[in-house]
């Protein structure tokens, strides 16, 4: 049997062209990213702090909100993993955390690759029937993620990088890097 072709199999009201991120949210970003690493060969890690001044617009739940969070990246392919702590504030990654044990909380998918702008994102998943829950911008890279839990059994977030995005350095690498 062969596989499928990929583009055949696009549903009429496709949208998401492909998913590029998996988020796991922790209690201890440190331990999980080591985890991950150590144990499944998965890094290296680029960690850092998301936290005003750098994080702005901030909004959960439909009202302004300030909020913070360790975060860890890696790569596998063209994946990227996430690792999310959070710190101070309300935010779906609390709320999460208080309902769960830590996981998978939320996918992730680029707005270039949606093929539209940002208002037009948020007006085609609010006609699907999905409201933004937490949103807010991180040197220049916006993102809002929208209450796909019922419908998906995760949270859905969109990103928006600048084509000229260039990631600052870390507080550190796991492993350390050279």
């Given at each position: 049997m062969t596989s499928p072709n990929p583009s055949k199999l696009n549903l009429a009201n496709s949208f998401i062209p492909e998913t590029r991120q998996i988020c796991i949210v922790t209690r201890d970003l440190d331990a999980m990213v080591r985890r991950y690493a150590d144990q499944l060969g998965i890094g290296p890690w680029w960690v850092n702090e998301y936290r005003p001044p750098e994080l702005t617009d901030t909004s959960y739940r439909g009202k302004p909100a300030k909020f913070s969070m360790r975060l860890a990246l890696a790569w596998t392919g063209t994946l990227n993993w996430e690792i999310i702590q959070p710190l101070e504030g309300p935010s779906i990654y609390s709320d999460y955390?208080?309902?769960?044990?830590?996981?998978?909380?939320?996918?992730?998918?680029?707005?270039?690759?949606?093929?539209?702008?940002?208002?037009?994102?948020?007006?085609?998943?609010?006609?699907?029937?999905?409201?933004?829950?937490?949103?807010?911008?991180?040197?220049?890279?916006?993102?809002?993620?929208?209450?796909t839990l019922k419908a998906s059994g995760t949270t859905i977030e969109v990103i928006d990088r600048p084509a000229d995005f260039e990631r600052p350095a870390p507080e550190y690498w796991y492993p350390k890097q050279s």
């Open positions: 955390l208080e309902r769960n044990e830590e996981g998978v909380q939320h996918v992730g998918v680029m707005l270039k690759e949606l093929d539209m702008t940002w208002d037009e994102c948020h007006a085609n998943f609010g006609a699907r029937g999905f409201e933004p829950i937490m949103a807010g911008s991180w040197n220049r890279v916006r993102f809002c993620y929208y209450d």
